[in-house]
């Protein structure tokens, strides 16, 4: 893996949501026991922050009709920067990105 001071804007700006699972917030080393217990419909929101050099992996199962949707707590407040990667698995996953 290269290493290299990528940063990644994880923004919700796209997404307005009627159901959430409320104001729940995850750091990024608490999100991936979060979302194995997540049901479809579920939004997970991951606290502002600056997050550096991340091994995420992220696995859950949503619907067409009720994603599990993944956002920051503020637009444009949560960051992973470093040597960080992300890997998602399961079905109907919404994470919202702005490289």
């Not at 940063?7 to 990024?28: A, D, E, Q």
Request: a positive charge; hydrophobic letters at 40%.
């Amino acid at each position: 893996m290269k290493n290299s001071n990528i940063t990644f804007l994880i923004s919700g700006t796209l997404l307005l949501l009627s159901s959430c699972s409320g104001n729940n917030l995850h750091t990024l080393d608490e999100l991936p026991a979060k979302l194995s217990n997540a049901r479809p419909g579920d939004t997970l929101l991951i606290a502002n922050g600056t997050y550096t050099d991340k091994e995420i992996r992220l696995a859950g199962k949503g619907t067409a009709d009720k994603p599990i949707v993944i956002k920051a707590q503020d637009n444009g407040k949560v960051y992973v920067e470093g040597v960080s990667n992300l890997r998602l698995a399961g079905d109907y996953l919404v994470i919202y990105f702005i490289i």
